[in-house]
């Protein structure tokens, strides 16, 4: 029996879920056993290079909560004595701190692009987000496209406003997590730590550093600064702190054989060089399609033929969809992307009983009465009544 390319992304989506739910488990266990071993094993422990292998086993893991248990578990292993191997850490301060620089440049690309977009241009995206192009009453360039979502209606400002939104969102996510990471690292290579400022409390310093208050924020950088060896101070402090962008996007000249060229991107349609690999390395669905829409809508131009790929850009039309509903609309956009991997469209005839038991569905147009309470729901209203008929 054939098996559709939904059905194997569900697929895969659960396999890689188990997965990380196994490792984070884990390192809970491993977290929770290494303060209640006997000493003999506890030396074992000590001397081991359990620190290293984990650390060189997170350059391939792209799950945000199995990356933040693993240097979690890191971490409380350095505490109680786990040695890490310095050059190792360091190593991976450079890579981290070169692909946050990369996402800075990867998040101006993206405002630019969504600030400069030509009436052609907006016409392409919306083929991307399966909306009719507004003016001359047809589909751009006479294209066959799936039916839209409902959602003719919505103008050009909203939606490039929501490809802006779902851009800066996947983009400052995983800023978020490697910004997290280098405080991890940062304590890894750090001399032992003093009782008063145990690595335990990393998470309450990472707290501090995102509350945007400019005293508390000085404090934690001023304790880093105090740990950290001088050759990467340059790095790693001007990533945490409130520094200006030029200033983040200079410490790559302070990475060993560091190239500017590979963060620096100059305004222009096109894409940094290297964006693509900036998103597949998240191994996200979402990811792609959104640097293939925008890739193919910021570089296209009067006359030329409709990208293929328009076609196939399954999960963005849901997903502006689902963010439009109030109770979704504060999702982040991993969360809203896999929301849309199981969600369906269907279109409704007048009359028609749709909703069963452990179905929910978010209007996009029209208006949907409730048999038993007379009440009506409209668009961006949620339903999972038993009996829903359309009115």
């Not at 893991?61 to 693993?70: A, C, K, S, T």
């Not at 998040?107 to 009719?132: A, K």
């Not at 400052?172 to 940062?186: N, V």
């Not at 963010?323 to 979704?328: A, D, G, I, T």
Request: proline share 4%.
């Amino acid at each position: 029996m054939a098996t559709n390319r939904s059905e194997v992304s569900s697929q895969q989506s659960s396999a890689y879920i188990f997965t990380s739910l196994c490792m984070m488990h884990l390192l809970n266990f491993l977290q929770r056993q290494c303060s209640r071993f006997p000493r003999a094993e506890s030396e074992f422990m000590r001397s081991s290079t359990i620190c290293d292998r984990l650390l060189e086993l997170s350059t391939d893991i792209h799950d945000p909560e199995v990356l933040r248990e693993l240097y979690m578990a890191m971490v409380d292993l350095k505490d109680r004595g786990c040695k890490v191997t310095r050059q190792l850490a360091e190593a991976r301060i450079y890579q981290v701190a070169e692909e946050l620089c990369q996402g800075l440049s990867v998040q101006q690309w993206i405002i630019h692009s969504c600030h400069t977009f030509s009436q052609v241009q907006i016409g392409v995206l919306r083929t991307f987000f399966e909306l009719p192009v507004t003016g001359a009453g047809t589909w751009f360039g006479k294209a066959k496209l799936a039916p839209g979502c409902g959602m003719d209606h919505f103008s050009n400002q909203e939606l490039v406003s929501a490809v802006e939104m779902f851009g800066q969102s996947y983009v400052s996510e995983h800023i978020y997590l490697q910004r997290l990471q280098l405080l991890h690292l940062a304590i890894l290579v750090a001399p032992p730590l003093p009782a008063s400022y145990r690595a335990t409390r990393v998470l309450a310093a990472w707290r501090v550093l995102r509350s945007k208050d400019a005293a508390s924020e000085a404090a934690v950088i001023e304790v880093l600064d105090s740990m950290l060896p001088v050759h990467l101070k340059g790095v790693v402090l001007p990533l945490l702190d409130s520094s200006p962008l030029d200033k983040k996007l200079s410490v790559v000249g302070a990475i060993p054989g560091g190239d500017v060229s590979k963060v620096f991107w100059k305004k222009a349609s096109r894409p940094p060089r290297w964006a693509s690999d900036w998103f597949k390395s998240s191994m996200s669905m979402f990811g792609m399609q959104f640097y293939v829409m925008l890739t193919q809508t910021a570089g296209h131009r009067a006359g030329d033929a409709l990208p293929p790929q328009a076609l196939d850009s399954t999960l963005l039309p849901k997903m502006f969809l689902i963010s439009r509903v109030n109770l979704y609309s504060g999702l982040l956009s991993i969360h809203l992307a896999e929301m849309a991997v199981i969600a369906t469209v269907r279109h409704c005839q007048q009359g028609t009983i749709r909703c069963q038991k452990g179905e929910t569905y978010v209007i996009a147009e029209g208006s949907f009465l409730v048999p038993l309470t007379g009440q009506t729901l409209n668009e961006g209203d949620v339903m999972n009544e038993l009996q829903v008929i359309c009115k």
